[in-house]
């Protein structure tokens, strides 16, 4: 029997005895109880009533036995073996606390590419974000099929790191959201600092005991838990180390965002029992055959507009000059006429003459 426990029941007992103002005399675990052979019960302060010698032993095996201890650090359950196999169903849960804000697009784009990673087969992803609280963000996703796997991939592009209230770190609500659909191999992104835990969520350093529990859970139903360290801090190794196992480059990892994807990878390889070399890469950005067609539709259309309101603004009627006057020039200065003479002349010579008249 423990006997930190053993002693908080003598104490009990002791207490019982100072109220009951008996004498102590019987011990237990060597020390004097405030009890006389027989219990005397008090009365109105003044009468007591002998008891059976029994029933203080019963009383004291069941405070022993019944009073609240302090919850000892739990073992870690082993970590299952790798299933070395694919098809492969497995869980990714990213870190989405403030702390990770300075590395999330790094972050973002390996668990974009990890999805690639495992598309040559059916397998099936499951995509966690969590904060304070934890969502599922995809489930079961058959990352073979490729619309179901772009659709995944988008849903990833829109992951960003959480502030305020959503900004602090559960691990106990991510493992225990990864328990609820049966994966092979759940894999940890994080920066290794829980602060949060329970429901409804307070903080305090339980908050890795939680999580060791529902790892725990996780690994005693058959899934392996792989758990990557980036950029870690004081702690933060002997944090990943209790919810995994204690081997470092099988349990967990430690690495920064420049190795992340290099280490999603391995897990992956080690998950299917193959080499790295053997997996897909991760696709080539996707040309944006629509965006850039409907920018060159849309600038063309530009183009032609303008082109349409420069040859109206040319072809616009201006000021025609107005035709010339009687006496007027078509500048606005006066003219002579000669019209009158040329008929005098005609009128003095009916028949111009020809040259027999000349001769």
Known sequence: MDTLRTVDAVSHLARIGDLLHCHPAI???????????????IDAGTRCYRVPRLIIVVFAVLIVLCDPAPAAAQPNVPNPPWPSRC?????????QSSSMNARFSDVREAARNIVDSLRDKPSEVTIIGFGTAAEVIGSAV???????????KDQIDELTAHDGDDSATNWEAALTAAGEPHLDVVILVTDGLPNVYGN???QG?????????AANRLKGGGTRLAAVGIDLQQDGEQNLVSITGSTRGEDYYVTDTAGLLRQLYGIVASSCGVTIAQLPQPEPPEFPWLQVILGTLAGLLLLGLAAIAVHRRRAAPGRRPAPPTSGRSATGHPTIDHSHLARQLRANHP???????SL
């Not at 058959?142 to 995944?152: C, G, I, P, T």
């Not at 350093?205 to 529990?213: F, H, Q, S, W």
């Not at 028949?351 to 008249?357: E, G, I, N, S």
């Open 351 to 357: 028949h111009p003459p020809t040259t027999k008249d």
């Open 205 to 213: 350093p339980e908050a890795v005991a939680a999580a060791v529990t």
């Open 27 to 41: 011990s237990v675990n060597g020390r004097s109880v405030g009890i006389p052979p027989e219990l005397l019960i």
């Open 200 to 202: 409804p969520v307070r």
């Open 87 to 95: 098809p492969l169903r497995l869980g990714l849960i990213v870190d």
């Open 142 to 152: 058959d990352v073979s099929d490729e619309d179901a796997r772009h659709r995944l």
